[in-house]
């Protein structure tokens, strides 16, 4: 429909100045979804905690760190006047910082997911070539990561630790809260822009299709094997039945309106978990790292329960049963699955036509 723009040639003006407002529209309406999807577990809390409701400020407070972490911003937490127990000694006036950063990766996927097809839409409205909608689609990422800064920038509070052992300032990172969202952001709104031309060249039309079956055969591996690792712990837990219950009766002890913020809150870090399961698969290990120390939490050759942090790295002192081995076959799976699926999408399909009987 617009074939005839694509092969125009981009005027530095118009890949300067061109879309900005579609972009601006589509980060807000982002932004947007992605708070709700904060304010969820938040609210469903608060209504139902009883009597011992938290504060509206609080309530806003926990929502904008939720969002936040959905992005990999890191949270600081500084204790002040820090006063050590059981004897250990006093730090009174010194301060200790600690930033955790965290990624929530179901919300971080369906914010690539919006920002993708709001890079799609300034694309088009744009056009030009495929790698001039694709930079057209990146502005998206820009005032994305400017709307995550400015709900960043107010949340700050102070807070006494029980037990008179000092104080604690929380305060997402400033410089985190605009560069992850821009990181973030800028690879889907650049693959959503970006639309390689279907009615070219016999050449660059076999080339065009060879490289739409390897993306195609590459997230297909990628999902697979992530819904595969993922399925298998629903085996575990199937297994297990007991360990399942328990974790559904605590969820829901205090009503079920929390329990259901419990429910929806872990279902955030599903891709987090498949995750740490299709690592190990692949014969990767999930661990920590810092300060001159290695963990090794699992692995084949470090199950949980047998491994402890060395200097260097974990020693193994366990195996897993046998059965955790046909997680194995879950790379391969996938694997062979995307393969097929990048060969079949990379067909001629008036040769394969023409060998048919």
């Excluded at 723009?5 to 890949?15: C, I, K, Q, T, V």
């Amino acid at each position: 429909m617009d074939s005839g723009r694509a092969d125009e040639a981009p005027r530095a003006g118009n890949l300067l100045t061109a879309g900005w407002g579609t972009a601006v529209a589509g980060a807000v309406v982002t932004a947007v979804i992605m708070a709700v999807v904060a304010a969820a577990p938040v609210v469903s809390a608060r209504l139902g905690s009883g009597t011992a409701r938290p504060s509206v400020g609080v309530l806003t407070r926990s929502a904008g760190l939720l969002f936040l972490e959905f992005h990999h911003v890191g949270i600081v937490a500084r204790f002040t006047r820090l006063t050590l127990p059981f004897g250990l000694g006093q730090t009174s006036g010194s301060a200790l910082s600690l930033t955790v950063a965290v990624a929530l990766m179901t919300a971080t996927l369906l914010a690539g997911g919006c920002l993708f097809m709001a890079g799609r839409i300034v694309g088009n409205r744009c056009g030009g070539p495929a790698w001039v909608r694709g930079l057209q689609g990146m502005k998206v990422a820009v005032p994305y990561a400017a709307i995550c800064l400015l709900i960043a920038l107010p949340i700050r509070f102070t807070t006494t630790i029980p037990g008179g052992l000092g104080s604690l300032s929380v305060h997402p990172s400033r410089v985190g809260a605009f560069l992850w969202p821009l990181a973030i952001a800028v690879v889907p709104a650049f693959a959503g822009g970006f639309r390689l031309p279907r009615d070219s060249s016999p050449d660059r039309e076999r080339w065009t299709r060879r490289v739409r079956g390897a993306m195609a055969g590459g997230w297909l591996m990628l999902w697979l094997g992530l819904a595969l690792s993922f399925a298998g712990l629903g085996v575990l837990a199937a297994i297990h039945p007991g360990l399942t219950a328990d974790y559904f009766h605590g969820a829901f002890r205090a009503g079920a309106l929390r329990g259901l913020a419990v429910v929806f809150l872990h279902s955030l870090v599903i891709p987090n978990m498949a995750t740490w399961v299709l690592f190990p698969s692949m014969g990767a290990c999930v661990g920590a790292r810092g300060g001159g120390t290695a963990l090794c939490a699992l692995s084949y050759t470090n199950f949980p329960g047998g491994g402890r942090a060395t200097m260097a790295a974990s020693i193994p002192t366990t195996a897993p049963s046998p059965g955790y081995f046909l997680f194995l076959l879950v790379p391969l799976v996938a694997v062979l699955v995307g393969g097929l699926w990048a060969a079949r999408r990379s067909r001629d399909p008036a040769r394969t036509g023409r060998r048919r009987p």
